[in-house]
């Protein structure tokens, strides 16, 4: 059975007198100690549907469709508080605006063992000691009396993966939690959390723009695109829209003359019209594009697709 | 022609060494990466080329111009900006929130050259169409335009003067991957139409193989290794410019751990 399955997501914020549907019939199943790759531009709706699944909606908004976690839909209230505290943590992209920066790291690793666990202090700096070890942060005790702007961001995103630990979720949301740190730290971080994953069967969502990231660490990858799943990539890719970001990336081995690029920009569920929501900027469209909104047929949301495999 | 020499650069802050022995040339039309992580000193060398930073120690030249440290007047800091203009990282922090786009860049006309009001807006939509931006961006303020047409604005901004050197510190980094690849082709068209050298600072890799001819690899305020990018990436000589490459993803790439610290 799986951990986490949304059906049919969907979610608008409230613009002036209408509403803006930023993420729309969104499926997506993730199962125990799996790891899924949701990737997608700005705009796309990825974060939003990570944030949904542990109630972080914008004001005022509105959600359709289901999101069903270990069996049960997710939530309200005191319930929905116990699921964040206990069973699905998320990581962000920015640690530092995520951390309290006039309280301790020790401060920040204990709070929640010593008052949802009713621990010891004692035994939970001891604790916090041990996670930091396993982050790869050795001298835990001095670290533990520092404050968040004696840390470097890769240390602070290795802090936030402890506090992470500190809860042993059984899912993670990890929104692009290696953006903000250098190419080395991303490397560890992602280690790290693969690492733990696997040892205790956390399964986790990570969130990106980076292709090539989430196919190295990810068991399956999802690709969105004006708030709409366009891919679940198996194999090679097959939307126009994924095949273009990957050769429109430049690479390691070669530098081109000039790069095949996507024309136009990134466009957000609301501003898409009719038909394909990447039509406008795909080679491959035809006047049946603009029409309807392609179905998601065998993986992949594009009338084209069998075609171009 | 060397447009850019530096030498022996050096910044302290207190009792901590930015950027300690640094040097290196920019040829005309030349496009020179610096490569490096985050603390590497590598935007503390970009500020410097500028003006925005007073070496500690070593010297700066721009166009065969010595920029030694010191009060300069007014017009010597216009004819310093012609030699040399920046791209930031975040266009929506470096532009003016409250002016429009093709106010921006008339500004910098009307500061640089005599030209009618008349003269000024042709050449500032001329510089917009360069830069792949419609006339009626001219109208919109930042927070109106896209990531990807701000930064669009910012190149613009930078061409008005027509510098001999174009220093771009992380000006592709914050944009989505589509939008990336139109910069950076936007780039390799300016360099091609216009005799201009590029002192390009980025972290990628991959992005610094595309744009440059030679690159240097900071660590710690120092060069680690330097020369021709191609030869740098395929072959390099020193253990911190493998362990960057290493730490690229790519197909088969599987994150690794260094030693607890």
Known sequence: ?309 | MSVIEAERLRKVYGDATAVDEVSFTVAEGESLAIVGESGSGKTTVARMLLGLETPTAGTISVCGRPRPPGRVSAGERRRRAREIQIVFQDPYSSLDRLQRAGDVIETSLALHFPLTPAERRKKALDLFESVGLAERHAAMLPRQLSGGQRQRVAIARALAVEPRVLVLDEAVAALDVSIQAQILNLLADIREQRSISYVFISHDLAVVNQISDTAIVMRHGRVVERGNTRDLLREPQEDYTRALLAAVPRPGWKPTRRNAQ
Request: glycine share 10%.
């Open chain 1, 1 to 309: 059975m799986s951990l986490l399955t949304l059906e049919g997501f969907g979610l608008a914020v409230p613009y002036g007198r209408g509403r803006r549907t930023l993420v729309e019939q969104v499926d997506l199943t993730i199962g125990r100690g799996e790891a899924v790759g949701l990737v997608g531009e700005s705009g796309s709706g990825k974060s939003m549907t990570a944030r949904a699944v542990i109630g972080l909606t914008p004001p005022g908004a509105r959600v359709t469709g289901r999101i069903v976690f270990d069996g049960a839909e997710v939530p309200s209230g005191r319930a929905l508080r116990r699921l964040r505290a206990e069973r699905i943590a998320m990581i962000f992209q920015d640690p530092r605006a995520h951390i309290n920066p006039v309280r301790s790291v020790g401060d920040f690793l204990t709070e929640a063992m010593i008052h949802n666990l009713g621990t010891p202090v004692r035994q939970a700096s001891a604790r916090a000691v041990r996670l930091l070890k396993e982050v790869g942060i050795g001298d835990g005790e001095r670290r533990l009396r520092q404050y968040p702007h004696e840390l470097s961001g890769g240390l602070l995103q290795r802090v936030m993966i402890a506090s992470v630990l500190a809860v042993e979720p059984d899912l993670v949301l990890a929104d692009e939690p290696t953006t903000a740190l250098d190419v080395t730290s991303q490397s560890e971080v992602m280690a790290i959390l693969d690492e733990l994953r696997r040892e205790r069967g956390m399964a986790m969502l990570l969130i990106t723009h980076d292709l090539e990231l989430a196919a190295a660490t990810c068991d399956r990858l999802a690709v969105m695109y004006a708030g709409r799943i366009v891919e679940d990539i198996d194999g090679e890719p097959r939307h126009p829209y994924t095949r273009g970001l990957m050769r429109s990336r430049p690479s390691l081995e070669e530098a081109v003359h000039r790069l095949p690029v996507i024309p136009g920009r990134p466009v957000a569920a609301f501003e898409a019209g009719e038909g394909c929501a990447f039509g406008p900027r795909c080679d491959l469209a035809e006047p049946r594009c603009r029409e309807t909104r392609p179905p998601f047929v065998r993986g992949v949301a594009c009338l084209r697709a069998e075609e171009t495999a």
